[in-house]
T-cell receptor, first 114, second 109 residues
């Protein structure tokens, strides 16, 4: 079992609210990622981090922001949620070495913005 | 053009059938490749890594052809439990993981 946890699992909020999706891993992995996935659609990388104080934007433009103050924690924040942000957000982590292929995913946070 | 491309399917096959999925990638600098499995409304999980020499894990065989920038996954003796979406993944030369759009498989009784 992967030791990566996301909260909340499900969230329904109104437009304009600020939200933070939490992601924590206890495996000591340097690299962490946020993916966005709509039902039945492909995964899109929105943010990633190589380690503490490192954050990069992914392939899909996102209005969300991330921070990496501690190795184990990689929260994602939306300052003002809109219905277009409705989606599933998946957090993942991996070891730094590229030959280690395994991404460990959390169970996801399903966000609905009304 | 997408960096990793797959036939989205769906592939509907009877139990016991052999099915093959293909995947192409455009970044010739990619070094590592993987197949992930994603069940409906669940997170993706690693199925197997793909090596140049090919590798096999039980009923599953993965092959990599670097010259053609092509990856394949073969599933023999399909089970109902194999029904899922299969994601082809490249590592974009160690920068991050690039996922293909996935191929849906339904194994029918």
């Amino acid at each position: 079992e992967a030791d990566i946890y996301q909260t909340p699992r499900y969230l329904v909020i109104g437009t304009g609210k600020k939200i933070t999706l939490e992601c924590s891993q206890t495996m000591g992995h340097d690299k962490m990622y946020w993916y966005q996935q709509d039902p039945g659609m492909e995964l899109h990388l929105i943010h990633y981090s190589y380690g503490v104080n490192s954050t990069e934007k992914g392939d899909l433009s996102s209005e969300s922001t991330v921070s990496r103050i501690r190795t184990e924690h990689f929260p994602l924040t939306l300052e003002s949620a809109r219905p277009s942000h409705t989606s599933q957000y998946l957090c993942a982590s991996s070891e730094y070495h590229r030959d280690t292929g395994e991404l460990f995913f959390g169970e996801g946070s399903r966000l609905t913005v009304l | 053009r997408k960096e990793v491309e797959q036939d989205p399917g769906p592939f509907n096959v009877p139990e016991g059938a052999t099915v093959a999925f293909n995947c192409t990638y455009s970044n010739s600098a990619s070094q590592s490749f993987f197949w992930y499995r994603q069940d409906c409304r669940k997170e993706p999980k690693l199925l197997m890594s793909v090596y140049s020499s090919g590798n096999e894990d039980g009923r599953f065989t993965a092959q990599l052809n670097r010259a053609s920038q092509y990856i394949s996954l073969l599933i023999r003796d399909s089970k109902l439990s194999d029904s899922a979406t299969y994601l082809c993944v490249s590592d974009n030369y160690g920068q991050n993981f690039v996922f293909g759009p996935g191929t849906r498989l339904s194994v029918l009784p």
